[in-house]
């Protein structure tokens, strides 16, 4: 199992994402209040602390062949092939990549743990730190992976492009995400644990 340390991906978080987007602030309140800026560095530094600690992140990333037919991408795994649906432009490739990471389950047992101990504004901001990391997460495993990844494309399931966020049920079997604790909902697609992410990469 791919382990990575905390180092080795946290310098891709985006902050102006986690501070404005995930965290809601905007530019006047720390234009008008310079502490509150500073406060927020000291949680994020601390919420750095812990994850280092905590955290167990990992990743499977595999290629595949894969081709094009009328709205879909078919997808050729050993076992069989599977279509997904795809809105966006035409897709031209006889290879494809799909990546699934995870911040393992200790992160949803923090989450849990500080709102159960009614710490409301820590697991406000625990769980939009992991949010947050867990993309920092795919984009380093998206670089790490792809020789020239600037020229390709990572694509979630639930967006424009991959609308059916069921069709990663497959997707997640196939890859054999048992092998880094992660399962899927059959009911919504939903990953378990909650910070994972699945991409095809093209």
């Known amino acids: 199992m791919p382990y990575l340390k905390f180092e080795d991906f946290n310098h891709h978080i985006n902050k102006k994402l986690l501070y404005y987007s995930t965290w809601k602030f ?10 509150l800026f500073i406060e927020c560095q000291n ?76 710490k409301f504004q820590l697991h406000f901001y625990w769980h939009g730190y992991c949010a947050t990391l867990t993309e920092a997460l795919a984009e380093h495993v998206h670089r790490v992976n792809v020789i020239d990844y600037k020229k390709t494309k990572r694509l979630s399931f639930g967006y424009p492009a991959l609308p059916s966020i069921l069709e990663q049920i497959e997707i997640v079997e196939m890859l054999a995400g048992k092998e880094i604790d992660v399962e899927i909902s059959q009911k919504n697609g939903m990953l378990v644990p909650e910070y994972s992410t699945c991409a095809l990469v093209l």
């Open 43 to 118: 949680t994020e530094n601390m919420l750095s602390q812990w994850a280092k600690n905590l955290l167990k992140p990992a990743y499977i990333y595999r290629s595949f062949s894969a081709y094009s037919y009328e709205n879909k991408i078919v997808i050729n795994f050993p076992e069989k092939s599977v279509a997904v649906s795809y809105c966006s432009e035409s897709f031209n490739m006889s290879q494809i990549g799909i990546q699934l990471v995870t911040l393992g389950k200790e992160a949803v047992i923090m989450s849990k743990k500080l709102f159960e101990q009614g």
């Open 26 to 35: 905007n530019k006047h309140d720390f234009d008008t209040n310079s502490d």
